[in-house]
């Protein structure tokens, strides 16, 4: 999860002149972004031609109202997709992710994991997590995502999901986390096994802890195949991680790929990130596409 260690090493990779090509993806469209981040998704065109729904959704929750952003193919009924954004919320570039998603066939549903607090997006344009006043703002939330909030919250939205025309029922559900979310994928598998077939994360933290309620303890309660995507500085701090997930997996029966990407920094996925690596990210999309085919 975002630290001030991993911090620094990305404050470093900026000065040193870094790879992004920063933009402000605030005032762009959805499909904008897409098309910018994703151009050569095989099925684009679908982005612009009308093929898919996208709706601002109100989510009824145990703790409130969440809203969140849906978006699905227009014809047929598709497997669900639960995305958990990262520690920045749900903001422009994860609604863009789950479009992407969407346009391969699933009906998606990202959410804003702190509605408890505030409606989306949490953080300003330009906002990013190395600053200490908007560490300060969104730590306190995350923390409300405890082990039994953040189950309950999955049961809800796994629920909504599965009302909502173009799911098709019948298929297993997936989701997918990233950072602060990599916990959560984990915990929704374990708060509703019988639903969901996949769960993939990537840069996750917290995923291994000397607590009662460590994520990875919940292993052994879900069939879900499982995506760990580790980034090549976490899996520096926390080197045992990756052992500890592949023992854990192993004993429980249950598949799992897990692979620290050389190269990356935590938070090297989302494409409005300061440490976005297109080419890892896209491998690592890629690998959640095979998951979730052979999967739901």
């Not at 509605?115 to 190395?130: H, I, L, M, T, W």
């Not at 999955?154 to 599965?162: E, G, P």
Request: proline letters at 6%; hydrophobic letters at 40%; aromatic letters at 8%.
């Amino acid at each position: 999860m975002c630290d001030t260690f991993t911090e620094d090493d990305n404050q470093k990779f900026n000065q040193g002149g870094g790879t992004l090509n920063r933009r402000d993806f605030s005032k762009l469209s959805i499909a904008a972004i897409v098309s910018l981040c994703y151009g050569g998704l095989a099925n684009a065109s679908a982005l612009f031609e009308g093929n898919l729904i996208e709706s601002e959704v109100n989510v009824p929750m145990a703790d409130g109202m969440s809203d969140s952003f849906f978006v699905r193919p227009a014809e047929g009924e598709h497997p669900g997709i639960l995305l958990w954004p990262d520690i920045r919320g749900l903001r422009p570039a994860f609604k863009a992710m789950a479009t992407r998603l969407a346009a391969e066939g699933y009906a998606v549903l990202v959410v804003n994991p702190f509605y408890r607090d505030a409606k989306s997006p949490v953080v300003a344009p330009g906002e990013q997590f190395s600053d200490p006043e908007v560490r300060g703002r969104l730590i306190p939330m995350a923390r409300k995502l405890t082990h039994q909030a953040s189950m309950s919250d999955a049961r809800d939205y796994i629920d909504f999901i599965d009302k909502q025309d173009g799911v098709d029922t019948s298929r297993k559900i997936g989701t997918a986390g990233y950072c602060m979310g990599g916990p959560l994928i984990v915990r929704t598998a374990g708060a509703v096994p019988e639903r969901v077939g996949a769960a993939a994360s990537f840069h996750g933290g917290g995923m291994v802890t000397d607590k009662e309620d460590s994520p990875h303890l919940l292993i052994p309660t879900s069939p879900a195949h499982v995506l760990h995507a580790i980034a090549e500085n976490d899996d520096e701090r926390y080197p045992t991680v990756k052992h500890d997930l592949t023992a854990a997996y192993e004993a429980a029966g249950v598949p799992a790929e897990i692979e620290v990407y050389k190269g990356t920094l935590h938070g090297w996925c989302p494409p409005d990130s300061a440490v976005y690596n297109e080419e890892q990210a896209e491998k690592a999309w890629s690998r959640m596409l095979a998951l979730f085919k052979g999967a739901l």
